[in-house]
Structures are given as C-alpha cells and as structure tokens.
C-alpha cells in the first residue's frame, strides 16, 4: 500500500483531459454545458397545473350514457382508458404501438375543459374542433413534452395516419363494448344505437383481419338478442354461444 505523501504525488500527476487540452492550447477552455430547462420548481407547478386539468376527466361523463338515462355511467377518463388498453391489447405489428397507445392516451384531454361534446349538443364540427383545438394547447404548453402530446392529438384530429386511424376505430369499439355491458346490467335501457354505430363504423374503415378480431370480441360482449343482430359475415357478427354465457 502506498504511504499518503505517496498517494498525493500519483495524484498531483494525473492529468484530466479538460486539463490537458488547456496545456496544449494555452487557453481556459468552457467545460461543456447542458441544454437551459426549466426550474425545477416552475417545472413542478406547471405539470401540476397539467395534471389537475387532465384529472377533471375523472369527473366529466360521457354523455350518450346520460342522454339515454343511465344512472352514474362511466367518467371520460373511463373511456380513455379502456382504448389504451384496447390499443396495447390489439395494436398489429404493422403499426407504431408507441404511437397508437400515446394517441389512445390524450385523444380526449381536450374534454376536460369543453365537456364531451355530442352532435346532440347542436355544436358545428368545426366549432367543436376549434374549441378542443385551443383546449388542448393550453394543456399542453404546460408539458415539457407538449408539443409531442399536441402532435399526437392533431394526428388524431386529422386521422390521416394508419394508427390514428386504428385508435379511433378502437374509440367506437371501446363504446360497443361498454354499450354491451350495460345493457347487460341495464336491461331497460336501449342501448343498441351505440353497437350499431360502431358497427356502421368499424365494417368501413377495418381491413379484414381487423374487422375479423374485433368482431369476435364484440361478439363476446354483446348482448343484442339474435334476432336483432346484423347478418351473417357482417360486423358484429351474431352472438357466438360460448361467448354469450
């Protein structure tokens, strides 16, 4: 073992690079510096600010359950996780799985500030996209990652992508399959406009091993009587026997 007058002198020896470089070139060299971010605490405040807006879609309804009477029906946020796992359960290889779950995640952020708006509302389409549109930036400008959230929900909005396009196509089906629950457990209440609109739907824009998937999953949920059901080879498909048991 060396003595400690030993281990100053090897230490006093030892030449770091940034020291080095400034022997050679005879000038104090800038150690290297990190990109400028946000205080930690005005960091902090900011997604705090985030998440309690968001959070609201705990507590915002959807409102075709309401319109039809059903007592405490599921929060916005409900839904929106119900896609995500949809998107995480059905996403085919072909498509960016990240993207499709990040997309399924925010697709109805916007709803917390303007309310799950329904063409019952009487609302323009384009007023409804404009208002979401401001809601959505305003909760993003507050993420460190804002402005990929704000992509994912302009891609949303646009559906022009292979993955927003399936992450809306999941958005119907996550509707059916709630619809098909609660009738189930609300045999009173109609609940069949909402299966045969994501039937309408998804038999449009679904390629066939996608339809062919998910058809057997609504068909697993479905309560519709037989004699109510769609044809043979449509989407849905008639209630299979050891689903509906």
């Known amino acids: 073992m060396l003595h ?3 281990c100053q002198a090897a230490h006093s020896q030892t030449v770091l690079p940034n020291e080095a470089s400034r022997a050679q070139t ?3 060299q800038p150690l290297p510096t990190k990109a400028p971010t946000l205080p930690a605490a005005e960091s902090a405040k900011k997604l705090w600010e985030a998440l309690q807006t968001v959070s609201a879609l705990k ?3 959807r409102s075709g359950w309401l319109r039809v009477g059903l007592p405490n029906p599921e929060s916005v946020a409900a839904h929106s996780w119900g896609v995500a796992i949809l998107a995480l359960s059905l996403c085919p290889p072909s ?9 399924a995640l925010v697709h109805d952020w916007a709803e917390a500030q303007v309310g799950d708006l329904t063409p ?5 389409p384009q007023d409804k996209a404009k208002r979401e549109d401001m809601a959505f930036k305003q909760i993003s400008e507050l993420l460190s990652n804002g402005s990929l959230m704000y992509a994912r929900f302009q891609e949303y909005q646009a559906n022009a992508t292979k993955e927003a396009q399936f992450v809306h ?3 119907k089906l996550d509707m059916a399959l709630q619809a098909a629950a609660y009738a189930k457990e609300f045999p009173s209440l109609s609940f069949i406009e909402f299966i045969e609109s994501a039937h309408n739907y998804l038999s449009q824009k679904l390629t066939e091993p996608e339809a062919l998937a998910l058809n057997h999953l609504l068909s697993c949920a479905s309560s519709m009587p037989s004699e ?8 849905p498909s008639p209630i ?4 509906n048991k």
Request: proline share 5%; charged share 30%.
């Open 26 to 28: 005879g000038a104090e």
């Open 228 to 235: 109510a059901a769609p044809e043979e080879g449509s989407f």
């Open 4 to 6: 400690n007058d030993s």
């Open 169 to 171: 196509a999941l958005d």
């Open 120 to 124: 019952y509302d009487h609302v323009s």
């Open 59 to 61: 507590e915002v309804l």
């Open 240 to 243: 299979s026997p050891e689903c």
């Open 95 to 103: 498509l960016d799985r990240s993207k499709v779950i990040e997309i």
